[in-house]
């Protein structure tokens, strides 16, 4: 809990910051910046103020987002792979069909986002996602795991409390400590993926290959496996674990 309100804190702050040094730009705007940027130099988006703007398709590779607000922006479909998006706030952003692949997400709220089919594999994501959709979401090899380096600010971990996960690829993603309970995790792909200690209580993996992942001392209360894969998966001190689970 501490964490949390320490997180809602900065994340208030850095939007006033934000908003007191950017005003708005239209898409033609962030089209023009775009199209003049290159590696070198980065389109100046930092902190820039992009709340409710439609910048679907476009590629931001060459963009500098740190800290932007995105608040309810559209921008499904877009290219933001091997971004820093650290600290922007991308409450309730539209992030459908998204490359994010190799990104950095950190210390942002993604509550209520729509990341629905998008490429997260790669990527360093430490953020608020309760309530989020990544159903069909490609989050393999991805490094989602409790910062614990960072203990004074209170645990820092990906919270993806009620989000749905259905459909959603985690293979070899690490997971260590996150928050999954009442997740929906229907049909998704499990293989390999690291739960040490994730609470997943009242969880939904129905129908959800978890062969070889690693859930020891996760929290499983009435947590839900019909049909799911377990073959070679760890449940070693797990607390609430079904019967019929392996060990």
Known sequence: MRFFHKLSVFLLVALAFSNAQAGELTRAQVEQLLAKADKQ??????????????LSGLDFRHADLWGAD??????????????????????????????????????????HADASGANFSGSRVIAVMEGANFSNAD????????????????????????ANLTGANLSNSKLGRAMLKHAKLNKANLKNADLYSA??????????????????????????????ITTGARFDNAQHKPAGLGQ
């Open 70 to 111: 995105l608040r309810r922006a559209n921008l499904s479909h877009t290219n933001l792979s091997g971004l820093n998006l650290d600290l922007t706030v991308m409450t309730n952003i539209k992030l459908v069909g998204a490359d994010l692949s190799n990104t950095s997400i950190f210390g942002v709220s993604l509550m």
């Open 41 to 54: 130099h980065p389109a100046p988006l930092k902190r820039k103020d992009l709340t409710d703007l439609d």
């Open 199 to 228: 609470d997943m209580d009242g969880a939904d993996l129905t129908g959800a290959d978890l062969t070889g992942a690693n859930l020891s001392s996760a929290k499983l209360h009435d947590a839900i496996f019909t049909d799911a």
């Open 139 to 162: 989050i393999s090899n991805a490094d989602w795991a409790a910062d614990m380096k960072n203990q004074s600010m209170g645990l820092m971990r990906a919270n993806l409390k009620g």
